[in-house]
């Protein structure tokens, strides 16, 4: 991600449901309410009134991920329901970092956390309408925390926390229970989170907080805060966090989070993993991640069920996923790479770039000029075993460099057919594949 708003004309593509109730009804469908303080009173409010509302990202790393996405959407879908949205980046709380599940974060330097602010900040600012009666705001929470003394920190606000009740949260008991434990400095997280609601209650009449249901005990820290500060009931939805109709955890590929910057993670593996959506998961990632409704979704859960074989499901919802994050064009190059690689398009029409992400998880090998002779690169690359395996290959006419055929023992690479002058994609068979790479020395 580039930094730039997702564009205009995406924005004004997203609508949501008019055949819900309410946007709290639609919520609810779309599986988006885990947890919530008063539902009723919730749901009254989101259909009377226009509530200034804020989730709250902190930067503990270089970018957002899905698990944030899911905030970011429904932080759009409120938006469009005509709430007014406070993006609050954590310019004061990431220097401290949220407990997490099993041992205490690494703390950043002021520095990092101050380059990460500011690209946390684009990333959010790309999917809210920033015009208009409901237009988006941005917040840091260094603005008000910095200028906070310890004494005033412990008098003001110190003093309405009990820490019998801030131990009972869920992650602090984990922690409390473990052998790592837990540093005052993790365990005053809570308190942190909870002067954000106060504060942005006071200076901008925020009333509802949103954030994952991981969060929950740091989100009733602010409704609790501010009724005792305020005496001003206000609310807090925990959406669910999102797993795989399996049990495992969702938004995660080799191990690694799906972060929405492309260079932390390609706009083709960003594609990819979409695309590897069990079928049993179509339905609920649409209701999640795109604006469809449920007639639309309706409609597509019946293709995966009577033609899972065609994937519409899951080719549907890594362009419209891919195309919200990293824009139309960044998604039809990464089609194109797709078809391209498996012999339905031209691999010499691809950017660097996308050939690069897109060969990523074949094997590679890296050649000198002089060992082009295909006996050479297919033994190099692991396509053959051996060199005499290799000659039976090229003998039966089973290689192919950059989807043409090549046939004889003595066929070799020329330089003209080297993509962007250095790379070759090869062929064995039908499936094994493989990228040679030319490198002087």
């Given at each position: 991600m580039?930094?730039?708003?997702?564009?205009?004309s995406?924005?004004?593509?997203?609508?949501?449901?008019?055949?819900?109730?309410?946007?709290?009804?639609?919520?609810?469908?779309?599986?988006?309410?885990?947890?919530?303080?008063d539902?009723?009173?919730?749901?009254k409010?989101?259909?009377?009134?226009?509530?200034?509302?804020?989730?709250?990202?902190?930067?503990?790393?270089?970018?957002?991920?899905l698990?944030?996405?899911?905030?970011?959407?429904?932080?759009?879908?409120?938006?469009?329901?005509?709430?007014?949205p406070?993006?609050?980046?954590?310019?004061?709380?990431?220097?401290?970092?949220?407990?997490?599940?099993?041992?205490?974060?690494?703390?950043?330097?002021?520095?990092?956390?101050?380059?990460?602010?500011?690209?946390?900040?684009?990333?959010?600012?790309?999917?809210?309408?920033?015009?208009?009666?409901?237009?988006?705001?941005?917040?840091?929470?260094?603005?008000?925390?910095?200028?906070?003394?310890?004494?005033?920190?412990?008098?003001?606000?110190?003093?309405?926390?009990?820490?019998?009740?801030?131990?009972?949260?869920?992650?602090?008991?984990?922690?409390?229970?473990?052998?790592?434990?837990?540093?005052?400095?993790?365990?005053?997280?809570?308190?942190?989170?909870?002067?954000?609601y106060?504060?942005?209650?006071?200076?901008?009449?925020?009333?509802?907080?949103?954030?994952?249901?991981?969060?929950?005990?740091?989100?009733?820290?602010?409704?609790?805060?501010?009724?005792?500060?305020?005496?001003?009931?206000?609310?807090?939805?925990?959406?669910?966090?999102?797993?795989?109709?399996?049990?495992?955890?969702?938004?995660?590929s080799?191990?690694?989070?799906?972060?929405?910057?492309?260079?932390?993670?390609?706009?083709?593996?960003?594609?990819?993993?979409?695309?590897?959506?069990a079928?049993?998961?179509?339905?609920?990632?649409?209701?999640?991640?795109?604006?469809?409704?449920?007639?639309e979704?309706?409609?597509?859960?019946?293709?995966?069920?009577?033609e899972?074989?065609?994937?519409?499901?899951?080719?549907?919802?890594?362009?419209?996923?891919?195309?919200?994050?990293?824009?139309?064009?960044?998604?039809?190059?990464?089609?194109?790479?797709?078809?391209?690689?498996?012999?339905?398009?031209?691999?010499?029409?691809?950017?660097?770039?996308?050939?690069?992400?897109?060969?990523?998880?074949?094997?590679?090998?890296?050649?000198?000029?002089?060992?082009?002779?295909?006996?050479?690169?297919?033994?190099?690359?692991g396509?053959?075993?051996?060199?005499?395996?290799?000659?039976?290959?090229?003998?039966e006419?089973?290689?192919?460099?950059n989807?043409?055929?090549?046939?004889?023992?003595?066929?070799?690479?020329?330089?003209?057919?080297?993509?962007?002058?250095?790379?070759?994609?090869?062929?064995?068979?039908?499936?094994n594949?493989?990228?040679?790479?030319?490198?002087?020395?």
């Amino acid at each position: 991600m580039n930094g730039e708003r997702v564009s205009t004309s995406i924005l004004e593509t997203q609508h949501n449901d008019d055949s819900f109730e309410n946007i709290w009804q639609e919520l609810k469908w779309r599986g988006l309410v885990h947890v919530s303080t008063d539902e009723a009173a919730l749901e009254k409010a989101l259909s009377e009134e226009s509530v200034n509302f804020y989730i709250g990202y902190d930067p503990t790393a270089a970018s957002l991920h899905l698990g944030h996405l899911v905030q970011l959407l429904t932080m759009r879908r409120l938006q469009l329901a005509g709430h007014n949205p406070f993006g609050l980046v954590g310019g004061a709380t990431g220097l401290i970092g949220d407990p997490r599940q099993t041992s205490e974060r690494v703390l950043n330097s002021r520095d990092v956390v101050e380059g990460w602010v500011e690209k946390l900040r684009g990333q959010i600012e790309r999917f809210l309408d920033f015009k208009g009666d409901h237009a988006a705001q941005m917040v840091n929470n260094l603005e008000w925390t910095s200028e906070l003394s310890a004494i005033d920190f412990l008098r003001e606000i110190g003093k309405n926390f009990r820490v019998g009740t801030m131990v009972k949260k869920e992650i602090v008991a984990k922690r409390l229970n473990s052998d790592e434990g837990i540093s005052y400095t993790e365990f005053s997280y809570q308190i942190l989170q909870g002067n954000d609601y106060l504060e942005l209650n006071r200076r901008y009449g925020v009333t509802m907080q949103c954030g994952g249901s991981d969060q929950w005990g740091n989100l009733t820290s602010g409704t609790e805060l501010v009724r005792k500060v305020e005496g001003a009931h206000v609310h807090a939805l925990g959406t669910p966090l999102i797993t795989n109709s399996d049990g495992t955890k969702f938004g995660k590929s080799e191990g690694n989070a799906i972060w929405l910057d492309p260079q932390m993670c390609t706009p083709y593996a960003f594609y990819q993993f979409w695309l590897n959506t069990a079928d049993a998961d179509v339905a609920d990632r649409f209701k999640v991640f795109t604006f469809k409704t449920r007639d639309e979704i309706a409609e597509i859960q019946k293709s995966v069920e009577e033609e899972p074989y065609k994937r519409l499901g899951q080719k549907t919802l890594a362009y419209e996923v891919t195309a919200l994050v990293h824009g139309v064009e960044a998604t039809e190059k990464v089609i194109a790479a797709s078809e391209a690689l498996f012999g339905k398009g031209q691999l010499a029409d691809l950017d660097e770039d996308t050939l690069v992400a897109a060969t990523a998880e074949l094997p590679h090998a890296v050649v000198t000029p002089d060992q082009l002779d295909m006996i050479t690169v297919l033994t190099e690359t692991g396509l053959s075993e051996s060199k005499s395996a290799a000659r039976r290959t090229l003998k039966e006419g089973g290689a192919s460099v950059n989807n043409v055929k090549v046939q004889g023992e003595d066929s070799a690479i020329a330089a003209p057919e080297l993509l962007h002058g250095k790379y070759a994609v090869v062929r064995r068979g039908k499936k094994n594949m493989a990228v040679v790479e030319v490198r002087n020395s």
